[in-house]
């Protein structure tokens, strides 16, 4: 099947700083791929579409400019979380589209401490 | 109405036994239906693909009514390790582009 890889899968950093996360589709080409961030015992929320070779697409009170995303390849999509706050801390799950099915990496957990 | 619905549960049902949860969909544009189970802490994996009536893969079925605008997913013969959330996910042609919009989840605890 589709296989998409996260990294890091936890990374703990300090307020004010950057982090950034990638996601790779190992085994197919993605032209689309998804950032969700899901906080505990609720569901994902989708907070952009990435596509490659564009600028991606923010859902609505996502705050573009503190998450940037780069699509640079139809293999990897970059989230950069900028000044982190503790209230960023979260899942953050990327995803990987193909044909019609998401596949899904296995997600960053992020502390901003 | 919200786009895409499920009861969030949790179903807490015996080994063995069946069990099916609904999901409902307000848009009758939406084109194509997935459910993924999520276990605790982890990503969702998806479970089925559903584009046309329905879809059955070993102990699992899934069936679209279209016309009620809601999906199913029949579990039978539950396993103890089929106890996670399952989420619905309805694509939704948008602007263009297609959307794909999550249900909250519903969880199902199989119990021993």
């Known amino acids: 099947g589709a296989v998409v890889s996260q990294h890091p899968s936890w990374v703990i950093c300090k307020s004010g700083t950057s982090v950034k996360i990638e996601c790779r589709s190992l085994?197919?080409?993605?032209?689309?791929m998804f950032w969700y961030r899901q906080f505990p015992k609720q569901s994902l929320m989708l907070m952009a579409t990435s596509n490659e070779g564009s600028k991606a697409t923010y859902e609505q009170g996502v705050e573009k400019d503190k998450f940037l995303i780069n699509h640079a390849s139809l293999t990897l999509s970059t989230l950069t979380v900028t000044s982190a706050h503790p209230e960023d801390s979260s899942f953050y799950i990327c995803?990987?589209?193909?044909?019609?099915?998401?596949?899904f990496g296995p997600g960053t957990r992020l502390t901003v401490t | 109405r919200k786009e895409v619905e499920q009861d969030p549960g949790p179903f807490n049902v015996p080994e063995g036994a069946t069990v099916a949860f609904n999901c409902t969909y307000s848009n009758s544009a939406s084109q194509s239906f997935f459910w993924y189970r999520q276990d605790c802490r982890k990503e969702p994996k998806l479970l089925m693909s559903?584009?046309?009536s329905g879809n059955e893969d070993g102990r699992f079925t899934a069936q679209l009514n279209r016309a009620s605008q809601y999906i199913s997913l029949l579990i039978r013969d539950s396993k103890l390790s089929d106890s996670a959330t399952y989420l619905c996910v309805v694509n939704i042609p948008t602007s263009g582009t297609y959307k794909y919009i999550f249900g909250t989840g519903t969880r199902l605890k199989v119990l021993a």
């Open positions: 085994d197919f080409q993605a032209t689309t």
């Open positions: 995803s990987a589209l193909f044909g019609y099915e998401q596949y």
């Open positions: 559903v584009y046309s």
